[in-house]
């Protein structure tokens, strides 16, 4: 994991196709750590041989309930030799799969608000790299055919050093979607809406086919599918607090 350390950025856009991702406006978050790189097949087969399909602690109660109703017992690419290599990032789960792995680690789900800091910093990158479309930089348009080994772009981190922010997954966040959110939550450390019916993520993915998708600011949701969606697009990757989450005021 790497520390995105506290203090302000400037979150969403004022310019671009998409009205969900305004207003441009400032957020103060407290730091947090980040995973490197988006969690893999290796990592989530430790949950999977521990059991972590069949313990309820680890997941909330509709989570539970839809892995029963669906007879859940691994992703839904498991063992599809295209998509389950050990390196690769872990694809084929849901949002409550990912929560539910989070809390395994002892880790939770990044807000929204976290992963677009880690993704763009305070200098409002477009892209993790830079403000410049480089498809050499990302496992995305128009190249991509399949997730690759995380951490295979190592010049497209992001401005912390977060490897895989652009393409290769989307990733799940832990915010409720809100078409509107932006202009009513909270500057400080904002949560996401209280409730909803759709989940976010971000990011991009391999089978994105234009690079705005892959922009920092670009917001995805499950478009009225319940968030249970598993398809090979989409993985997630984790954070947690850090142990001094407040800016150091100087002597």
């Known amino acids: 994991m790497v520390l995105v350390p506290a203090g302000p950025f400037w979150m969403g856009t004022g ?15 407290d730091a947090y750590e980040i995973d490197i790189y988006e969690v893999t097949n290796a990592r989530f087969a430790r949950f999977v041989d521990a059991g972590g399909y069949a313990t309820p602690a680890l997941w909330n109660a509709a989570g539970w309930a839809w892995k029963m109703r669906h007879h859940i017992t691994q992703p839904a690419r498991w063992n599809d030799p295209r998509w389950n290599g050990p390196t690769q990032p872990v694809v084929g789960v849901s949002w409550y799969e990912a929560e539910a792995f989070a809390r395994y680690v002892n880790k939770r789900l990044l807000t929204e608000a976290e992963w677009e800091k880690a993704a763009r910093g305070d200098d409002e990158r477009l892209f993790p790299w830079g403000n410049e479309w480089d498809p050499t930089r990302t496992n995305g348009p128009p190249d991509g055919r399949v997730t690759t080994q995380v951490g295979s772009y190592p010049t497209g981190v992001s401005p912390y050093g977060v490897h895989d922010l652009a393409g290769n997954t989307w990733e799940w966040v832990a915010d409720w979607y809100g078409s509107g959110y932006y202009a009513s939550g909270p500057a400080d450390n904002p949560p996401g809406p209280a409730s909803g019916t759709e989940r976010v993520f971000r990011g991009g993915s391999w089978f994105s086919s234009q690079p705005v998708s892959l922009s ?12 249970g969606v598993r398809d090979e697009m989409t993985g997630f990757r984790c954070a947690r607090n850090s142990r001094d989450p407040k800016p150091v005021t100087p002597a």
């Open 216 to 227: 920092t600011t670009y917001r995805e949701h499950t478009n009225l599918y319940e968030f």
């Open 15 to 29: 310019v671009g196709p998409q009205a969900e991702a305004r207003p441009r406006h400032r957020v103060n978050l």
